[in-house]
Nanobody
Framework: QVQLVESGGGLVQPGGSLRLSCVAS????????MGWFRHVPGKDRERVST???????TYYADSVKGRLTISRDNTKTLYLQMNNLKTDDPATYYC???????????????????????WGQGTQVTVSS
C-alpha cells in the first residue's frame, strides 16, 4: 500500500522557518521524482517545488525561490526546508510522487500535477504574528 506521510507543519511567525518531511512507503522511492504542492481553500492547488530522481534536478515556483529548499535522502524521506516564511505561504502542503518509475531522462523533472500519481494527506502551515 502506497503511503506518503507528511509532518512538520505548524504555526510560525513571519520570517520564521519550518522543515516539512514526507516519509514514503509501499513503492520504490528511488525510482520516482517527488514534489511539494500547496493548497489554499478557494484556490487551485499550486506547485511549490519538485525534484527528480535521476540527478536531483530541482524546480521551484518563483514565489518560493531563495526561501525554500527541497531535498531527499536514502531513508525514503522528502524534505522541504522553509525559511523566511511570508504571510502568503500559509496552506496545506502536500507531498507527491511522480509516475516516472525511473523512466524519465536525466535532467528532466516533473512539474505538472498530472505527472504525479501518489499524494499524501497534507500538513498545515500557518504564518501569523
Amino acid at each position: 500500500q502506497v503511503q506518503l506521510v507528511e509532518s512538520g507543519g505548524g504555526l510560525v511567525q513571519p520570517g520564521g522557518s519550518l522543515r516539512l518531511s514526507c516519509v514514503a512507503s509501499g513503492f520504490p522511492f528511488d525510482f520516482h521524482g517527488m514534489g511539494w504542492f500547496r493548497h489554499v481553500p478557494g484556490k487551485d492547488r499550486e506547485r511549490v517545488s519538485t525534484i527528480s530522481v535521476s540527478d536531483g534536478t530541482t524546480y521551484y515556483a518563483d514565489s518560493v525561490k531563495g526561501r525554500l529548499t527541497i531535498s531527499r535522502d536514502n531513508t525514503k524521506t522528502l524534505y522541504l526546508q522553509m525559511n523566511n516564511l511570508k504571510t502568503d505561504d500559509p496552506a496545506t502542503y502536500y507531498c507527491a510522487a511522480d509516475r516516472s518509475r525511473g523512466g524519465y531522462p536525466t535532467g528532466y523533472v516533473a512539474t505538472e500535477e498530472y505527472e504525479f500519481d501518489y499524494w499524501g494527506q497534507g500538513t498545515q502551515v500557518t504564518v501569523s504574528s
